[in-house]
C-alpha cells in the first residue's frame, strides 16, 4: 500500500505560479517514478510530467513543457511540480501517482496509486 497526499493548489491569476506537493508513504520512495495528471471538468484526466526514482529523468506533456517543472526530493518522500505563466487552461484538479515503469509513462491505467488531488484555478 502507497499514501500520497497531494497539497499546494488554490486560486491564482493568468501568469502567476503555484508548487504543488506529494508526500507519499508506505513504499520505498527512492524506488519508483512519480507522476503528475490533472482533470479538468467534464474532461478526461491527462498527464502532464513523470520523474523518475532518482530525479534524474523527466518528461512533460506538449502543454506545459517550459511553463512546469517536476522534481523530487527522496529524503522527504515528496514530488513537487512547480507551475509557472499558469494559463486558464491549466485550472484542473491536480493527482500524482506511482508507477513501476520508469520512463514517458502517460497512460493513466500505467500507475497503480492516486493521491486524492489538489484544485489549481488559474482566473483570467
Known amino acids: 500500500q502507497v499514501q500520497l497526499v497531494e497539497s499546494g493548489g488554490g486560486l491564482v491569476q493568468v501568469g502567476g505560479s503555484l508548487r504543488l506537493s506529494c508526500a507519499a508513504s508506505g513504499r520505498t520512495f527512492s524506488s519508483i517514478a512519480m507522476g503528475w495528471f490533472r482533470q479538468a471538468p467534464g474532461k478526461e484526466r491527462e498527464f502532464v510530467a513523470q520523474i523518475n526514482n532518482n530525479g534524474a529523468s523527466t518528461y512533460y506533456a506538449d502543454s506545459v513543457k517550459g511553463r512546469f517543472t517536476i522534481s523530487r526530493d527522496n529524503a522527504k518522500n515528496t514530488v513537487y511540480l512547480q507551475l509557472n505563466s499558469l494559463k486558464p487552461e491549466d485550472t484542473a484538479v491536480y493527482y500524482c501517482?506511482?508507477?513501476?515503469?520508469?520512463?514517458?509513462?502517460?497512460?493513466?491505467?500505467?500507475?497503480?496509486?492516486w493521491g486524492q488531488g489538489t484544485q489549481v484555478t488559474v482566473s483570467s
Open positions: 501517482a506511482t508507477t513501476v515503469y520508469t520512463w514517458k509513462v502517460v497512460a493513466t491505467t500505467d500507475y497503480d496509486y
